[in-house]
């Protein structure tokens, strides 16, 4: 086992295990470690709504490709599971073929539960305080950017998100009024890839 407390990321470099990851309910086992820490196999099936044997055997596959492990429990009955990170990186501009297919499958998993959490928070954003209500939502914007500029924007984007790293291993450090808030970036390039000629301004 690892030290108590998990990694701040954990990059995945080959496809098989991306493709190990990219499975729903693997990817929400390993969101819920991480915003409410250590847990049975049997608390994270109540919270998500699944069976124990089910969540058990996603769970042990991600043990096995270093996602999860195993935590101390209260007693010698109780067997939780922690995340081994805070967080999971990838490469998304890698050559290999089986790479870029494995991230593309990734990335599917993702935009669908993205899409999800948005359609559970607008079913019950009516019960929401009027303070939060105005706090939350969707927007959007168009940038005229380059790569580079994207990637220094992006960056900055994860800086501010940083400011917050430490509420989330640290309860004491989150204000009384404070609540879990799902930030989802989405950077996404419209129209096609500009040519030289078009780069430049040249005829």
Request: glycine share 6%; aromatic share 6%; net charge negative.
């Amino acid at each position: 086992m690892q030290d108590a407390t998990p990694e701040h990321s954990i990059k995945i470099t080959d496809p098989r295990t991306l493709r190990a990851y990219a499975h729903p309910l693997r990817m929400r086992l390993i969101g819920l470690l991480r915003s409410e820490g250590p847990m049975t196999a049997t608390r994270a099936a109540a919270r998500l709504d699944d069976n124990v044997p089910n969540c058990s055997f996603h769970l042990r596959q991600l043990a096995k490709y270093g996602l999860a492990e195993r935590a101390p429990g209260a007693d010698s009955r109780e067997r939780p599971w922690r995340a081994t990170a805070q967080s999971t990186a990838w490469d998304d501009d890698t050559d290999d073929p089986a790479m870029r297919a494995a991230a593309d499958e990734l990335n599917g998993v993702l935009l669908g539960l993205f899409m999800q959490s948005a359609r559970d928070y607008l079913a019950v954003r009516g019960d929401e305080p009027a303070e939060w209500r105005a706090a939350a939502g969707f927007s959007d914007a168009l940038l005229h950017v380059t790569a580079a500029e994207l990637r220094e924007l992006t960056e900055q984007i994860e800086a501010l998100f940083s400011r917050y790293d430490q509420r989330l291993t640290d309860p004491a450090q989150r204000p009384p009024a404070s609540r879990p808030i799902h930030l989802i970036q989405l950077a996404i390039p419209r129209g096609p890839v500009p040519g030289d000629d078009e780069e430049t301004g040249r005829d």
